[in-house]
């Protein structure tokens, strides 16, 4: 952004630097009822789309309800950074769901596809821990990412436990076997197939969870069993700072839109250190303004999909001071322990904060 930027003009170049059309060089049919879309990165971009195993791209998708209006939807990558070039996101068709019905039946190989930098915090932050990976359906997704991360980039033991309604439904099922070939002393797999054992219920997740206390624990899968595994994870004692949830969401907003966004300054401003894609901001931070408004305000490219603290793409860590979150549906305790906030949620209560997106 240069200094004579209009407001509209600033909006614009925001959403520019976040939002990048991307070819489509392969499409997997992972299922009947999923596929895999490899998106390919021109390396003029590549740095906007590093990401952690287990995040999330925000996709446009156009005029898949019919009417002509795009859709945004997130959806998490399978692909590992350690391993793969291109970037994967994995898609299920839903029950009624227009974006996801669009994608599994027409994304052909050449499409271009506008898509939003990588975001969320369902990510582990080493990979020094044991990790037991729980998840039901799609939700294998962002866990295979993880799974594929740490086996290859560190030295410690993965459990899956992996839900699904019959065994012809269970995406990546031949990929998985292939990793408890490759590295048989520290990947082990459950399944669970309804067909054979019906829903997995609290005693059922007990019996398979009993033995990994010891774990850190990422949840992904339909709301009913993330509950039962998250009330089991408690009964067992895994420690709420180490387990990590995801959950997804519908964008009620548009974050493809340009936004421009206004703060008013006043005597009682708190101050606020940033840094954000290794570079150090300074600014004022009046006390009824979300950290988010005052970086895009001041013509920062801060990341954001919902502002509505739903998604987590803002997230950011306090490194020092006090802020409060209005409002909070994605973070986990996990994440507040490490002083994770959300940016589009978050107003200062301490007079000085230091915080940083390089998590
Ligand atoms: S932008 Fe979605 S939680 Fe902040």
Same mark, same amino acid.
């Given at each position: 952004?240069s200094?004579?930027?209009?407001?509209?003009?600033?909006?614009?170049?925001?959403?520019?630097?976040?939002?990048?059309?991307?070819?489509?060089?392969?499409?997997?049919?992972?299922?009947?009822?999923?596929v895999?879309?490899?998106?390919?990165?021109?390396?003029?971009?590549?740095?906007?789309?590093?990401?952690?195993?287990g995040q999330?791209?925000?996709?446009?998708?156009?005029?898949?309800d019919?009417?002509?209006?795009?859709?945004?939807?997130?959806?998490? *990558?399978?692909?590992?950074?350690?391993?793969?070039?291109?970037?994967?996101?994995?898609?299920?068709?839903?029950?009624?769901?227009?974006?996801?019905?669009?994608?599994?039946?027409?994304?052909?190989?050449?499409?271009?596809?506008?898509?939003?930098?990588?975001?969320?915090?369902?990510?582990?932050?080493?990979?020094?821990?044991d990790?037991?990976?729980v998840?039901?359906?799609?939700?294998?997704?962002?866990? *295979?990412?993880?799974?594929?991360?740490?086996?290859?980039?560190?030295?410690?033991?993965v459990?899956?436990?992996?839900?699904?309604?019959?065994?012809?439904?269970?995406?990546?099922?031949?990929?998985?076997?292939? *990793?408890?070939?490759?590295?048989? =002393?520290?990947?082990?797999?459950?399944?669970?197939?309804?067909?054979?054992r019906?829903?997995p =219920?609290?005693?059922? *997740?007990?019996?398979?969870?009993r033995?990994?206390?010891?774990?850190?624990?990422?949840?992904c899968?339909?709301?009913?069993?993330?509950?039962?595994?998250?009330?089991?994870?408690?009964?067992?004692?895994?420690?709420?700072?180490?387990?990590?949830?995801?959950?997804?969401?519908?964008?009620?907003?548009?974050?493809?839109?340009?936004?421009?966004?206004?703060?008013?300054?006043?005597?009682?401003?708190?101050?606020?250190?940033?840094?954000?894609?290794?570079?150090?901001?300074?600014?004022?931070?009046?006390?009824?303004?979300?950290?988010?408004?005052?970086?895009?305000?001041?013509?920062?490219?801060?990341?954001?999909?919902?502002?509505?603290?739903?998604?987590?793409?803002?997230?950011?860590?306090?490194?020092?001071?006090?802020?409060?979150m209005?409002?909070?549906?994605?973070? %986990?305790?996990s994440?507040?322990?490490?002083?994770?906030?959300?940016?589009?949620?978050?107003?200062? %209560?301490?007079?000085?904060?230091?915080?940083?997106?390089?998590t």
């Amino acid at each position: 952004m240069s200094t004579s930027d209009t407001p509209q003009q600033a909006a614009a170049s925001r959403l520019e630097s976040r939002a990048h059309e991307l070819e489509v060089v392969d499409v997997i049919r992972e299922t009947p009822d999923s596929v895999s879309i490899v998106f390919e990165v021109p390396d003029r971009i590549l740095s906007r789309f590093r990401y952690h195993p287990g995040q999330f791209l925000t996709l446009k998708i156009p005029g898949a309800d019919g009417s002509g209006t795009a859709v945004a939807r997130c959806y998490s *990558m399978s692909s590992s950074p350690h391993l793969d070039d291109d970037l994967i996101v994995t898609v299920k068709r839903v029950n009624g769901g227009v974006a996801s019905g669009w994608l599994c039946d027409n994304v052909t190989v050449g499409e271009r596809i506008t898509v939003l930098s990588p975001s969320g915090s369902f990510y582990p932050r080493s990979y020094a821990n044991d990790l037991l990976l729980v998840g039901a359906g799609s939700g294998i997704t962002p866990l *295979m990412s993880i799974a594929k991360s740490t086996l290859i980039g560190g030295l410690s033991s993965v459990h899956l436990i992996y839900a699904n309604r019959d065994a012809d439904s269970a995406i990546f099922s031949a990929e998985i076997d292939e *990793m408890v070939a490759e590295f048989p =002393d520290r990947f082990a797999v459950t399944h669970w197939f309804e067909s054979e054992r019906g829903l997995p =219920d609290a005693a059922a *997740m007990a019996d398979l969870m009993r033995d990994e206390a010891d774990r850190e624990l990422f949840i992904c899968g339909p709301p009913p069993f993330m509950a039962v595994v998250e009330e089991t994870a408690e009964q067992i004692g895994i420690p709420a700072a180490l387990t990590h949830t995801e959950r997804y969401i519908s964008l009620s907003g548009d974050p493809f839109s340009d936004i421009e966004v206004s703060v008013s300054s006043g005597d009682d401003d708190a101050s606020v250190a940033v840094t954000l894609a290794g570079t150090s901001i300074d600014l004022a931070w009046p006390r009824s303004a979300t950290l988010l408004d005052v970086l895009l305000a001041a013509g920062h490219d801060a990341p954001f999909s919902c502002r509505e603290g739903e998604c987590s793409s803002c997230a950011c860590r306090v490194v020092s001071g006090e802020v409060h979150m209005r409002k909070n549906d994605t973070l %986990v305790d996990s994440d507040l322990a490490m002083g994770l906030t959300l940016a589009c949620q978050a107003v200062p %209560v301490s007079d000085e904060v230091t915080v940083t997106f390089d998590t």
